[in-house]
């Protein structure tokens, strides 16, 4: 699944066969762990940042039926019974790390 997702994500395809709106709710929670410098979110937590955007769907059942659909794919998984990491940014982080220690 994890080779999938990065060959996937490296062109862009994968996130690219979702609608748009789950793009966009994905592209947004992906830019929140970063700004914020974290590596997981409750589940509503999530769910009440996604309807603080504007631009992004309020609708709750619309919010977590993107959710599913991102983790079922690869694109977020569960730490916890309700938390959700985004993959990239976990693999990412375990590749620097891995790099970190090749260098010293």
Avoid: A, C
Avoid at 3 to 15: A, E, P
Avoid at 24 to 51: A, C, P, S
Wanted: negative net charge; glycine residues 2%; proline residues 2%.
């Amino acid at each position: 699944m994890y080779r999938n997702h990065l060959n996937n994500n490296n062109n862009k395809q994968g996130l690219n066969r979702f609608p748009k709106y789950i793009r966009n709710i994905y592209l947004f929670t992906k830019e929140h762990y970063i700004e914020q410098d974290i590596d997981r979110l409750g589940w509503d937590e999530m769910v009440e940042l996604i309807q603080s955007v504007e631009s992004l769907p309020d609708e709750k059942k619309d919010i977590e039926h993107s959710l599913e659909r991102l983790h079922q794919r690869g694109w977020y998984y569960k730490v916890q019974e309700d938390q959700l990491r985004v993959t990239e940014l976990s693999i990412s982080e375990t590749t620097s790390k891995q790099e970190n220690r090749d260098h010293t």
